[in-house]
């Protein structure tokens, strides 16, 4: 694994590297603004297997798609209910994951073939500049399933294996998106994280009902 460390955005050299990386097939770990990712390109099936594969993750557990920014969620979704819009206007960027219906024929590998997806926009400069760069990844937490996420310490040695890893410190969260389920009527919270319950619930208050 080639691992470099940047301060700040990575230079053009770096991203045309991360790049070609992704369009090659190949899978990188890349900081966001709650812990680092590895990701590969959405829709490179045999890459998302490679993740799967690195993480030792259950072959069952989706991956979310991370976007560089908030209007490409469309290209994903099938349908954005109007409490998810109020959470992508509110949030996004941000720690926020949400969970739509997928549209028909993208993603069907990090989806896990299900009917849903996970999408990501972070609020992490260095992270959006990859993703400008590579264009929408399918990623997840860049550890060995059931370890504790990378949050950009000194020790890389927990780290699932990738063609590279781009470490720009510690994150800004150094905790996990929450997750959000809005492919219903009802929202629903699949994982506490970074995002408080009690600003989600503010956000959506009279839009959707919420449950914790």
């Known amino acids: 694994m080639r691992i470099v460390r940047v301060a700040g955005t990575p230079d053009a ?3 045309n590297e991360t790049a070609r990386c992704i369009e090659g097939g190949g899978t990188i770990i890349f900081p ?6 590895i990701g590969c390109a959405a829709e490179n099936d045999g890459a998302v297997e490679s993740i799967f594969a690195a993480k030792r993750r259950p072959a069952e557990k989706p991956l979310a798609v991370h976007l560089a920014l908030p209007e ?3 290209r994903y979704a099938q349908r954005i209910t109007p409490a998810a819009r109020a959470l992508i206007d509110d949030f ?6 949400i969970i739509v219906e997928r549209e028909d ?3 069907k590998a990090a989806a896990r073939g299900g009917a849903t997806i996970a999408l990501r926009c972070p609020d992490d400069k260095t992270c959006r500049a990859i ?3 590579t264009g929408p990844l399918a990623a997840t937490s860049a550890n060995i399933s059931g370890a504790p996420a990378y949050d950009g310490g000194d020790d890389l040695s927990a780290l699932p294996e990738a063609a590279l890893a781009i470490i720009a410190g510690r994150t800004k969260q150094r905790r996990e998106s929450t997750v959000l389920d809005c ?3 009802t929202v629903r919270l ?3 994280g970074a995002l408080e319950a009690a600003d989600i619930a503010k956000a959506i208050a009279g839009i959707a009902p919420f449950a914790r």
């Open 13 to 15: 050299l770096l991203l």
């Open 190 to 192: 699949v994982r506490q």
């Open 92 to 97: 996004w960027p941000g720690p926020l994951t």
């Open 105 to 107: 024929g993208v993603c």
């Open 131 to 133: 993703l400008a760069a």
């Open 32 to 37: 966001t603004d709650t812990v680092y990712g």
């Open 72 to 74: 490409l969620a469309v």
């Open 183 to 185: 492919s219903a009527e």
